[in-house]
C-alpha cells in the first residue's frame, strides 16, 4: 500500500513522454485497491483517510472518482460521498446484453477490413493477456479489452468503437469475478486464440459463431453465480 505524499509521475515510451496527473495516480492506485479486494464491494471511500495518507487535497481525489464511477467500479450517493459498486445479476445481463448486441458483427466488420499491421497487434495483445493471467498481474482487465478491441478497432467508426469500449470496461469486475473458478483462465484464453485465427483467415461464420458464444458463455456463468436485488445467494 502507498505511504507518503503522492507525486506526479512520468510514463516513459520509447518515442514519448506521458506525464501523469495526481488525477491519474489516484485512479489507477483506487482502481487497483478495488480490484484486488482490499476495497470490498459495498465499502464506503474515506476521501479524509486517503487524502491525509497519500498527502493530497481531495480536488484531485474527487476527479479521480468520478472517472472509477463511470468505470462502474464505485457509486456516488448524495450527501454521503462514494462506495465501492455492488456486482449485480441486473447489471450483468444488461451489460453482456448489449455486449452480444454489438460486439460480435463489429469484430466481423474489424476483420473485413485488417491488415497485416492490425493482424500484429491483435497477435501482441493476445500475447498480453496470456502474460498477465499467468502473472495474476491487476492489469490483466486492460490487456483483456485491449485484446477485443484489437478485432473491431480496424472497421468500427469512433461511435461503435466508443460504445463497445464502454462497455468492456464496466464488463472488467464481472469478466474477473467469472474467471476465479479454477480453469477458467485457460478456457477463457483458448477461446481467444480461436476467435483470433477466425479473425484473421477471414472465415467470418465461425467468428461470428465464436464471438457470440464467447459473450454469452461468461454471462450464462454470471446468472448462476451473482446475486440479484443486492443480496448473496
Known sequence: MHKGPLRMGIVRHSTSLQVRTI????YYL????ILKGELAEGEPIRQDTIATELGISKIPLREALARLEQDGLVRSHANRGFTVNTLSAEEADEVFALRLQLEPTATVAGSRRA?????ALARATLAAVGNAAMQD?????ECNRAFHMSLIAPGAGTLTYTMIERLNVIADRYVRF??????RPEQANIQHGQILEAWIN??????LKLSRSHIRNTHDDLRKELPRNGSRL
Open 137 to 141: 498481474d491487476v492489469d490483466w482487465g
Open 23 to 26: 488525477a491519474d495516480q489516484l
Open 30 to 33: 483506487i482502481r487497483k485497491r
Open 178 to 183: 467469472h474467471l476465479g473458478p479454477m480453469g
Open 115 to 119: 491488415t497485416a499491421a492490425d493482424h
Open 202 to 207: 477471414g472465415d467470418e461464420k465461425t467468428l
